[in-house]
Structure formats: C-alpha cells, structure tokens
C-alpha cells in the first residue's frame, strides 16, 4: 500500500527527540510530518495505520554500505539492496565508491544518481572515492557525502596509502573524510609472514588490531593538522577506541558496526569465511571496549559495513575468499535486541542509528519524529521474536552471518517520505526515494 498525500499512524509507542517515549498519533502530509499528539482526529479522512502494540521509530540511517553497482550486480544491486533496506527499517543509505567503474568524478556519480533515482525504493547519497590523482574531482563534486579514502585493505586506484598524498588530501578543501584505517604496509608483511594458511581465522591476524591502530593514529594526526572533518569508518579494536577516548578533536566522530560489537573471532569456528570482513573481526574484549566507547560516545554512531559477496565466492578457500557480509536487514533488530538485553536503550538505538548520523553528515530534517522532518519512519514490534533466516534475505547475495540469531524489533510498516515502502513482509516497488542533500 501507498499513500501519497496524507496518513496518520495511530496510538504507536513513539520515541521523542528527547529521548522519552509517548504513545500517540502521528499525522503525516505532503511526505513530513505535520502533527505529534497524543490523540488526532482524522478530520482530513486520511488513511490510517493501527500501531497499537508497536514502537515508532525515525528510519534508519545507514551510513556505510556497498550496493555493487554498477559492475558488480551479480552480487548485489541498488533495487536488490534498496528492498533490503526497506525491510530492515533503513530509510536512506550512504554509499561507497569501490563499483565498476570506481566513484571517482562527477560522471561517474552522476551515473549513479541517475541509476538510484530509478530503482531505489529508499533515500540514497553517495560518497566520492580518492586517488593519488583526483584532487580536483574531490573538492567539486556534487552532491557527495564526503570523500572516502582506502588507506588499506584495497588494491588498485582507490588504495591511497602514502602519507604524502594523504596529507595533500587533508591540505585542500574542507569536505568531510571517511577513512578506512587499516596500515597497508603491515597488512602486506603479515600476509608474507601468515601466507599458506588457509585457515579463515588467520584473517584477524593479518589484519590486526595494530594495523588498525596505525592507521588511524595517521589520520587522526592529519586531520588535527589542518582541523580537518574526519569520520573515523567501522572502528574495531579496543586500541582505536581508547585513543580516541583521550584524543579525540570535536570535528572528528567515529562508528562501529554490529557485527564489531556482537561477533569475535569465535565465529570463524562456526561459520568460517561468513565472517570474514575487513577491518576482521576480533577478540570478545574488543567486543566489550567497543560497547563502552559508544555508550560513552566516544563512538557516535552504527554503520553496517554491507558488503555482500555470493555464497559460492564466500564458498572458496582462504585467502581467496571476498571480504564483506550483509547487514541492512539486521541491524535494526540486533541492536534492538541488544536494548532488550540491557546493553543499551532503545533512545540510544534511534541516536546511533538515525539522528547522530544525520548531524554527523550535514544531512537535513532526517532523524527525529518532529513536525516539519520527513516522514521517513519505521513501525517495529518489541514484543516477540523471530529468527534471522537465509531464505527470507531480499539482499541478492541470500544470507546472512547472523542466520539462526533469534531477534526483536523486525520492522513491521517502514515509511519513506510518507508513503508505505514495506509493509507485513512486502515492499512497494513504486516508491522511490529521493538523492540525500548535504549541508
């Protein structure tokens, strides 16, 4: 179902800006939300949503993914991707430049944009990748999230990880940089010293917490250089989390991933390459010092990382295997279910995952249920469980590495400027989002 002009939700749970919960009625017009009232008589006939027994969210806003398109479809593509975000509550997405052609120039983006502006049925940005090359391209671009450097863990044009280039790059220009922190050249000595071992697990110890660590002592160094907007990607070690806890700029935020707070290198037991992603995963101390950093903010916010590879390329043996795995359809639930479990609040949940994200990135009127924001929401359901379960993805790569977790907080109704996008299982594929402006 899809409403274009008007709609009222009904008596939900609803999450306020400041935290606090109400149970109320939320009326939404011309694709905003026009009221928030405990009771609002439907004196405009609008059509109605029941939300009796449900929790209103603002939709998420996931900002790091990787969608594969264009040259990469067979393993995902903005439609295929898109339907997943529905499904998973996610309102809007930032995505990156590692496709087929790379994401490094305006044509290259405006492809892109054109491409989302057809088939996403969810709100899109795109981030422009860097070279060693393209400083120009970096500093006019439009419209763009920031710019994404690969300082490791990438191969060809897009790895850029010579201190003088980067430094060139944090010298010009005043657009925010997302770093992929991960040391380049002790990722490459790791590998000759590890090499032969096709155990998957060997991964978290090419790619070490002290790669990590390297990398992002550089950045940070960088940006407090030239007090540079910096966006610290998929923060994954205790190490990382601490320098930033005693050095950490105000113009520089960080995020974490789901699977970086709830899996450690035991998964690799259990599911093998299915948890092997880059930055990898890594120890259950890790686990508990990411947790604290981000309640404590010293993390900002919740990215999922979804990088989706087939189960027959994820099939291959060690070291030949993709890095990456989902993660649009589940991170909503799993950080709900930790909510549950007392790990946090569900108001933390909506400011990682929605708010926090949209200060972060300059990205206007997302983020809280307030009249005057776009009705991008998500209606979930608190109250039961149900398990993660391969043959229900709508992400094309059909799987994921939380498979059997069993979970709270599925997305029931999912609204993207005003109209119903998913709804009790189903996606509208009519609707189409809109190309995320950046302020």
């Given at each position: 179902m899809s409403y274009t002009n008007s709609l009222l939700i009904c008596q939900a749970r609803l999450v306020l800006p400041n935290g606090e919960f109400m149970v109320g009625d939320v009326l939404i017009q011309g694709g905003k939300i026009a009221e928030v009232a405990s009771t609002i008589p439907n004196a405009t006939s609008s059509p109605e949503i029941d939300a009796q027994g449900l929790t209103l969210l603002p939709g998420v806003i996931d900002p790091q993914v990787h969608f594969r398109e264009p040259g990469l479809e067979h393993k995902e593509d903005l439609f295929t991707a898109s339907c997943a975000c529905a499904k998973g509550g996610v309102t809007s997405f930032l995505e990156m430049p590692n496709t087929k052609p790379l994401t490094t120039n305006q044509a290259a983006l405006d492809d892109k944009l054109q491409r989302a502006a057809s088939k996403c049925v969810v709100n899109y940005g795109f981030f422009i990748g860097a070279t060693a090359d393209n400083l120009q391209d970096l500093l006019s671009v439009q419209p763009t999230s920031g710019i994404k450097i690969f300082m490791g863990s990438m191969h060809g044009d897009l790895l850029v990880d010579q201190e003088t280039t980067l430094e060139n790059i944090f010298a010009h220009g005043s657009r925010l940089i997302a770093v992929h922190a991960e040391d380049q050249e002790r990722i490459k000595q790791r590998r000759q010293e590890f090499a032969g071992i096709s155990d998957p697990a060997i991964h978290s110890q090419i790619q070490d917490n002290t790669a990590a660590l390297l990398a992002t002592q550089l950045a940070l160094k960088l940006s407090k250089k030239y007090q540079r907007r910096l966006h610290i990607l998929h923060l994954s070690t205790?190490?990382?989390?601490?320098?930033?806890?005693?050095?950490?700029?105000?113009?520089?935020?960080?995020?974490?991933?789901?699977?970086?707070?709830?899996?450690?290198?035991?998964?690799?037991?259990?599911?093998?390459?299915?948890?092997?992603?880059?930055?990898?995963?890594?120890?259950?101390?890790?686990?508990?010092?990411?947790?604290?950093?981000?309640?404590?903010?010293?993390?900002?916010?919740?990215?999922?990382?979804?990088?989706?590879?087939?189960?027959?390329?994820?099939?291959?043996?060690?070291?030949?295997?993709?890095?990456?795995?989902?993660?649009?359809?589940?991170?909503?639930?799993?950080?709900?279910?930790?909510?549950?479990?007392?790990?946090?609040?569900?108001?933390?949940?909506?400011?990682?995952?929605?708010?926090?994200?949209?200060?972060?990135?300059?990205?206007?009127?997302?983020?809280?249920?307030?009249?005057?924001?776009?009705?991008?929401?998500?209606?979930?359901?608190?109250?039961?469980?149900?398990?993660?379960?391969?043959?229900?993805?709508?992400?094309?790569?059909?799987?994921?590495?939380?498979?059997?977790?069993?979970?709270?907080?599925?997305?029931?109704?999912?609204?993207?400027?005003?109209?119903?996008?998913?709804?009790?299982?189903?996606?509208?594929?009519?609707?189409?989002?809109?190309?995320?402006?950046?302020?």
């Open positions: 205790a190490e990382e989390a601490e320098l930033l806890r005693v050095d950490k700029p105000s113009w520089v935020t960080a995020e974490v991933t789901p699977q970086h707070l709830m899996l450690n290198t035991d998964a690799y037991k259990t599911i093998g390459t299915l948890a092997q992603m880059n930055p990898p995963l890594r120890s259950p101390h890790d686990n508990e010092v990411l947790w604290q950093a981000l309640r404590d903010g010293v993390i900002d916010f919740i990215a999922t990382d979804h990088a989706p590879h087939t189960l027959e390329e994820k099939g291959k043996t060690y070291p030949n295997t993709p890095s990456g795995m989902p993660g649009v359809e589940t991170s909503l639930p799993l950080m709900l279910t930790a909510a549950m479990e007392g790990k946090c609040t569900v108001a933390q949940v909506v400011n990682w995952m929605s708010k926090a994200v949209a200060t972060a990135y300059g990205i206007p009127n997302k983020g809280e249920i307030t009249p005057g924001y776009d009705a991008d929401l998500v209606l979930v359901d608190l109250d039961n469980y149900k398990p993660v379960r391969n043959e229900e993805m709508l992400t094309k790569c059909g799987w994921s590495s939380f498979e059997g977790w069993n979970l709270t907080g599925w997305p029931v109704t999912t609204i993207v400027g005003g109209e119903v996008v998913y709804d009790k299982g189903k996606v509208n594929t009519q609707v189409r989002g809109q190309a995320l402006q950046f302020i």
